[in-house]
T-cell receptor, first 117, second 113 residues
Framework: GAVVSQHPSWVICKSGTSVKIECRSL??????MFWYRQFPKQSLMLMAT?????????EQGVEKDKFLINHASLTLSTLTVTSAHPEDSSFYIC?????????????FGSGTRLTVV | KNEVEQSPQNLTAQEGEFITINCSYS?????LHWLQQHPGGGIVSLFM???GKKKHGRLIATINIQEKHSSLHITASHPRDSAVYIC???????????????FGKGTKLSVKP
């Protein structure tokens, strides 16, 4: 079935630095990728939706200049957390629609645990 | 009130028990998903439902569109079933929102040997 590879699985960075998270669709073309953040004991919260070749759509309250999303190809989407701060520490996970049209399902990456110190 | 509510929040069972996790939603949907999140965080899609019932191995998912309710059942539970089970819905109509999901808070299941 459809697989999304997400890297890195965990990262520790210093406050003020930037971190890039990659999601690759391995055996299908991911025209749409969703990026989520999950705090401990909370549900997944959608941060942004990206479509290949166009600008991402950010959810209310998510700073687009802080969370840069690039979806330059049909198999790769990246999320860059710029000037990271401790409050950005969280679990980030991507999800792709496995078909361009209905009845698409969703395939999730394995997630990235970010710790900012 | 959350648009997707799950119950119970936590569930402890003995190996072999029959388990039911419930999900209620308050919006019109085009599909409902059951997801499994392992302790490491990775998420696996178990079922996508728009009506009726689906079965995969020891897992059974049902949905009642009129009552806006879905259940996930696990028969003959096993410690390896221990995970967080998440209900998520995709809003209707299809043409909205690019298909993003609305998630419940999850049910943490622990199956003891």
């Amino acid at each position: 079935g459809a697989v999304v590879s997400q890297h890195p699985s965990w990262v520790i960075c210093k406050s003020g630095t930037s971190v890039k998270i990659e999601c690759r669709s391995l055996d299908f073309q991911a025209t749409t990728m969703f990026w989520y953040r999950q705090f401990p004991k909370q549900s997944l919260m959608l941060m942004a939706t990206s479509n290949e070749g166009s600008k991402a759509t950010y959810e209310q309250g998510v700073e687009k200049d802080k969370f840069l999303i690039n979806h330059a190809s049909l198999t790769l989407s990246t999320l860059t957390v710029t000037s990271a701060h401790p409050e950005d520490s969280s679990f980030y996970i991507c999800s792709a629609r496995d078909l361009p049209e209905l009845p698409y399902g969703y395939t999730f990456g394995s997630g990235t645990r970010l710790t900012v110190v | 009130k959350n648009e997707v509510e799950q119950s119970p929040q936590n569930l402890t069972a003995q190996e072999g028990e029959f388990i039911t996790i419930n999900c209620s939603y308050s919006v019109g949907i085009s599909a409902l998903h059951w997801l499994q999140q392992h302790p490491g965080g990775g998420i696996v899609s178990l079922f996508m439902l728009s009506s009726g019932k689906k079965k995969h191995g020891r897992l059974i998912a049902t949905i009642n569109i009129q009552e806006k309710h879905s259940s996930l059942h696990i028969t003959a539970s096993h410690p390896r079933d221990s995970a967080v089970y998440i209900c998520a819905v995709r809003r209707a109509p299809y043409g909205g929102s690019q298909g993003n999901l609305i998630f419940g808070k999850g049910t943490k299941l622990s199956v003891k040997p």
